[in-house]
């Protein structure tokens, strides 16, 4: 009987104190918990503030990078169109100013002058070289009192000039031999007229003056 009372109080004492060092073992393991949550706690403010600090650093030098790119780039980019208009104004500019040479070079010349040139040319061609040759007079008369560029003016009378020239040469040496003709028929020295009308005629066939005069000079002769 004692036996059993003993056993009693010793088990009750056994379970008092396994309660109790289990109970110490919970609050010792609390308390680690709590102190080692509040340091990793600590540890973990401690990195996301430097972690923070660290991001927005960059993204500050990034951002200022960025934002001195984007105004470096924006003035580039300015000066480029600015430049690019500037070139595209030059361009135009220089278009304009081809177009307006274009036009000065290429002048509208007055029908009454290329009319005058062609129809001189004409007479030319077909040998009638006092045609021709007044025909001339009068184109570089109208040459000279239009309104032409003297470029123009210049160019349009070297169209002419040769044949020009040509022309008054051959009716001024024709009419120097039908005018010492006219001389030597007045004094009857009929041969050496009439080699001086023929001496005309050859290198003026239809001068009409010297036709005439030659014709005549025949039947006075009577070589017809």
């Given at each position: 009987m004692n036996y059993r009372i003993i056993f009693k109080s010793g088990l009750a004492v056994n379970r008092k104190l396994i309660q109790i060092m289990a109970l110490s073992l919970i609050i010792a393991l609390l308390f680690s918990t709590a102190i080692l949550g509040s340091a990793c706690k600590k540890k973990t403010d401690t990195s996301i503030t430097e972690g923070t600090s660290i991001q927005e650093s960059p993204v500050s030098d990034n951002g200022s990078s960025k934002e001195t790119n984007s105004n470096t780039s924006?003035?580039?980019?300015?000066?480029?169109?600015?430049?690019?208009?500037?070139?595209?104004?030059?361009?135009?500019?220089?278009?304009?100013?081809?177009?307006?040479?274009?036009?000065?070079?290429?002048?509208?010349?007055?029908?009454?002058?290329?009319?005058?040139?062609?129809?001189?040319?004409?007479?030319?061609?077909?040998?009638?070289?006092?045609?021709?040759?007044?025909?001339?007079?009068?184109?570089?008369?109208?040459?000279k009192g239009s309104d032409l560029t003297k470029e123009t003016q210049q160019l349009q009378l070297s169209l002419f000039t040769t044949k020009y020239k040509k022309a008054k040469e051959i009716t001024d040496t024709a009419r120097m031999h039908f005018g010492n003709a006219m001389t030597l028929e007045y004094e009857q020295r009929f041969e050496e007229a009439k080699k001086e009308l023929e001496a005309a005629l050859a290198i003026y066939p239809k001068y009409k003056d010297a036709i005439d005069a030659y014709d005549t000079l025949k039947a006075m002769m009577g070589l017809e």
């Open positions: 924006s003035a580039d980019g300015s000066q480029s169109s600015g430049s690019t208009a500037a070139n595209s104004g030059s361009a135009a500019e220089t278009s304009s100013q081809s177009a307006s040479e274009t036009e000065t070079t290429a002048e509208v010349i007055p029908q009454e002058i290329s009319e005058l040139i062609t129809k001189a040319d004409g007479y030319y061609a077909s040998g009638e070289y006092a045609l021709a040759l007044k025909t001339y007079r009068n184109a570089e008369s109208a040459i």
